[in-house]
């Protein structure tokens, strides 16, 4: 009997146990089916402009804010028509007042393809005190608070330019790729003039050159910005006016190189010839340079210019060093715009220097010839510079891209020996698209180029391609 019951107890723990363990399970998977349920609310409820935050960052995430004057816009336009793309692009074009004519500015043959025309608001308010100055800097820094009140919806980056500031918008998207959209960013570049920088900043952004601000700085920033213009009416020109607003915010500049304001005259030849690693992202003052290409003025040369850009904007102006081995020869092709033959060889870092073609922008002032990037001055003797070849044009097709440079500096009266690349008429380069990843972009690599077997003549051929684990050098 003592047994029957012994017996009975361990069925009845098993049973309990049993029960115990069911109920466990049925109560698991209830509160693994709410939590299904309430997560799949969760997603339901984000709104779709969040639920795309991931999408890679594209022109339609970007506004842009141009500064621009009743008396220029007419010609500057010309600039906007190469860069803006009506379809993808949004932001306006400040100006203090339409003329008597609107058509001045909105022709109906061109208006599709610029930028819409906005009136800056009143700045009579503020004061301006710096003397010889133009108050007219004012309103041009405002154009960053008018510009967020257009009030755009899924922006990323607002983008401020002068109206003679040509942007690259390919690279200026893949540049902006690189930074997280949702923190606060400053980006841009200064001068390539020691004493410009000098006299207003280091860390500022020029805006000539283009500047960049994510979208939650920038609605932060309009807020703010009255209350800064009050207390700097001592500053000379708007971008003082937005970096130390800024700077009050406690945000610093974050230095991009493909964005330029050269500050030079003259040739820029050498400047352009040695880009840095990175896309080409703007450029600025061309009415105060040379054509960058020979007879030609200086909108046909940067029209001539967006031709190699509308094939591959990411690798224009990227500089690539091979050697030439039979003739002993050193080629620098900065692609899309010109190639240098060097009649020996040259070492590396004095080809990666820019050649001095160029003057400063103020003469009289020991600061203002001092550079913020690395030049070598011309030969003395012509005849020992570098033979140049300016692109004549570039195709893309199944097998790649093929770029034609044609020589130019023909007319020096230097012996055509033999050996001497002056001899040479014209470059052939071929390549493919450079889709550089954001990775590559943080961590950029210049590329290696070969001369071909089957260059022969007045023709020299060179393939571009992906460097391997191997050096740039003199064989």
């Given at each position: 009997?003592?047994?029957?019951?012994?017996?009975?107890?361990?069925?009845?723990?098993?049973?309990?146990?049993?029960?115990?363990?069911?109920?466990?399970?049925?109560?698991?998977?209830?509160?693994?089916?709410?939590?299904?349920?309430?997560?799949?609310?969760?997603v339901a409820?984000?709104?779709?402009?969040?639920?795309?935050?991931?999408?890679?960052?594209?022109?339609?995430?970007?506004?842009?804010?141009?500064?621009?004057?009743?008396?220029?816009?007419?010609?500057?336009?010309?600039?906007?028509?190469?860069?803006?793309?009506?379809?993808?692009?949004?932001?306006?074009?400040?100006?203090?007042?339409?003329?008597?004519?609107?058509?001045?500015y909105?022709?109906?043959?061109?208006?599709?393809?610029l930028?819409?025309?906005?009136?800056?608001?009143?700045?009579?308010?503020?004061?301006?005190?710096?003397?010889?100055?133009?108050?007219?800097?004012?309103r041009?820094?405002?154009?960053?608070?008018?510009?967020?009140?257009?009030?755009?919806?899924?922006?990323?980056?607002?983008?401020?330019?002068?109206?003679?500031?040509?942007?690259?918008?390919?690279?200026?998207?893949?540049?902006?790729?690189?930074?997280?959209?949702?923190?606060?960013?400053?980006?841009?570049?200064?001068?390539?003039?020691?004493?410009?920088?000098?006299?207003?900043?280091?860390?500022?952004?020029?805006?000539?050159?283009?500047?960049?601000?994510?979208?939650?700085?920038?609605?932060?920033?309009?807020?703010?910005?009255?209350?800064?213009?009050?207390?700097?009416?001592h500053?000379?020109?708007?971008?003082?006016?937005?970096?130390?607003?800024?700077?009050e915010?406690?945000?610093?500049?974050?230095?991009?190189?493909g964005?330029?304001?050269?500050?030079?005259?003259?040739?820029?030849?050498?400047?352009?010839?040695?880009?840095?690693?990175?896309?080409?992202?703007?450029?600025?003052?061309?009415?105060?340079?040379?054509?960058?290409f020979?007879?030609?003025?200086?909108?046909?040369?940067?029209a001539?210019?967006?031709?190699?850009?509308?094939?591959?904007?990411?690798?224009?102006?990227?500089?690539?060093?091979?050697?030439?081995?039979?003739?002993?020869?050193?080629?620098?092709?900065?692609?899309?715009?010109?190639?240098?033959?060097?009649?020996?060889?040259?070492?590396?870092?004095?080809v990666?220097?820019?050649h001095?073609?160029?003057?400063?922008?103020?003469?009289?002032?020991?600061?203002?010839?001092?550079?913020?990037?690395?030049?070598?001055?011309?030969?003395?003797?012509?005849?020992?510079?570098?033979?140049?070849?300016?692109?004549?044009?570039?195709?893309?097709?199944?097998?790649?891209?093929?770029?034609?440079?044609?020589q130019?500096?023909?007319?020096?009266?230097?012996?055509?020996?033999?050996?001497?690349?002056?001899?040479?008429?014209?470059?052939k380069?071929?390549?493919?698209?450079?889709?550089?990843?954001?990775?590559?972009?943080?961590?950029?690599?210049?590329?290696?180029?070969?001369?071909?077997?089957?260059s022969?003549?007045?023709?020299?051929?060179?393939?571009?391609?992906?460097?391997?684990?191997?050096?740039?050098?003199?064989?």
């Amino acid at each position: 009997m003592f047994a029957e019951m012994k017996s009975s107890k361990a069925s009845s723990s098993s049973c309990f146990i049993n029960v115990f363990l069911i109920s466990v399970s049925f109560c698991t998977i209830y509160l693994l089916v709410l939590l299904y349920l309430f997560r799949a609310s969760e997603v339901a409820n984000i709104p779709a402009s969040s639920q795309g935050a991931s999408a890679p960052t594209s022109l339609e995430h970007l506004v842009f804010g141009i500064a621009s004057n009743r008396g220029s816009w007419l010609d500057r336009k010309e600039y906007a028509k190469l860069w803006w793309q009506p379809q993808k692009m949004r932001g306006c074009v400040f100006v203090e007042s339409m003329p008597d004519n609107e058509s001045y500015y909105n022709d109906s043959s061109s208006n599709s393809l610029l930028p819409p025309v906005c009136i800056s608001e009143d700045t009579s308010r503020f004061r301006y005190t710096y003397r010889g100055g133009d108050r007219s800097a004012i309103r041009v820094a405002r154009v960053v608070s008018e510009t967020v009140a257009l009030n755009h919806s899924g922006v990323r980056w607002f983008v401020f330019g002068d109206d003679d500031t040509v942007f690259f918008p390919e690279n200026l998207v893949k540049t902006l790729s690189k930074y997280d959209h949702e923190l606060w960013y400053y980006i841009g570049t200064n001068s390539e003039i020691h004493g410009q920088n000098w006299l207003f900043s280091f860390d500022m952004a020029f805006g000539g050159a283009g500047f960049a601000l994510s979208y939650p700085l920038a609605k932060v920033l309009a807020k703010v910005f009255d209350s800064c213009l009050e207390r700097y009416p001592h500053l000379y020109g708007s971008d003082s006016r937005i970096y130390t607003c800024l700077a009050e915010l406690g945000v610093g500049l974050t230095h991009e190189p493909g964005f330029h304001q050269i500050d030079v005259k003259g040739d820029v030849f050498g400047l352009l010839a040695t880009h840095p690693l990175t896309p080409l992202v703007s450029l600025h003052h061309l009415d105060h340079i040379d054509p960058i290409f020979p007879n030609m003025t200086a909108k046909q040369a940067i029209a001539h210019l967006f031709e190699a850009v509308n094939i591959d904007s990411e690798r224009v102006l990227q500089q690539t060093v091979c050697y030439d081995r039979w003739f002993s020869w050193t080629i620098s092709v900065s692609w899309g715009y010109a190639v240098q033959v060097f009649e020996n060889h040259q070492f590396l870092p004095d080809v990666l220097r820019a050649h001095k073609t160029f003057r400063q922008w103020k003469k009289g002032h020991v600061v203002q010839e001092g550079y913020l990037f690395d030049t070598r001055e011309l030969h003395i003797d012509p005849c020992r510079r570098p033979t140049i070849f300016f692109l004549d044009r570039a195709s893309s097709g199944e097998d790649g891209i093929e770029s034609t440079y044609r020589q130019y500096n023909s007319s020096d009266n230097c012996s055509l020996d033999m050996g001497l690349p002056k001899k040479l008429a014209e470059v052939k380069v071929f390549s493919h698209k450079l889709d550089l990843k954001i990775k590559q972009l943080q961590a950029p690599r210049r590329y290696c180029c070969d001369v071909l077997p089957f260059s022969q003549g007045e023709v020299l051929q060179l393939a571009i391609r992906e460097c391997k684990e191997e050096l740039i050098h003199i064989h």
